[in-house]
């Protein structure tokens, strides 16, 4: 580690069939001195993630829809969150939007975005902030507090829903 920077490697095993990726996909992330972080495999519309070598151990899956614009993260056997993306299709409503939704700590609930959509107030409910126009740069902006250096619809930060009134306490 040097300056505050862990490196760490990706392999990535692609199984294919006919010369054309279908099937599993593995990943295994390691770091800068060889020691064994987590590995995942790609199955379908799903990642099922490890904490071995040999993809035995689950520690939890990320499914998502056929669009690609809700994903569901369980752990072990429940569902632990649910990220929807609103459909922007060549970006013409601007920036995209984010949606987390979380069960309270304590709950669980089988299906979070039904209920979501039932009874929003039984859920925790984050989005990303949205980034303001800037005439200047004539482009959308976000502050950063000068931890991004690099412009991308990848950075992105995540605060309450302040529409349904409520505020979420992160502790460390």
């Known amino acids: 580690m040097e300056n505050g920077i862990i490196q760490s490697t990706v392999a990535i095993n692609h199984k294919k069939l006919f010369r054309i990726h279908r099937g599993k996909t593995t990943i295994k992330l390691t770091l800068e001195n060889n020691m064994f972080l987590l590995s995942t495999s790609k199955t379908g519309n799903t990642f099922s993630i490890y904490s071995d ?5 689950l520690i939890g899956k990320v499914e ?5 614009t809700e994903y569901t993260i369980f752990n072990s056997d429940k569902q632990v969150a649910v990220v929807c993306y609103d459909t922007n299709i060549l970006g013409l409503k601007g920036p995209r939007r984010m949606t987390i939704i979380l069960p309270p700590e304590g709950q669980s609930f089988s299906d979070l975005s039904k209920t979501f959509k039932e009874t929003p107030d039984q859920v925790i409910v984050l989005q990303n902030k949205q980034p303001m126009w800037n005439e200047e740069s004539q482009s959308f902006v976000l502050n950063f507090e000068g ?5 991308s619809v990848k950075n992105f930060q995540i605060v309450p829903d302040l529409d349904l009134g409520k505020f979420i306490l992160f502790k460390l």
């Open 64 to 68: 998502s829809n056929f669009l690609g």
């Open 53 to 57: 070598t040999n993809s035995s151990n």
């Open 147 to 151: 931890r991004v250096t690099l412009a």
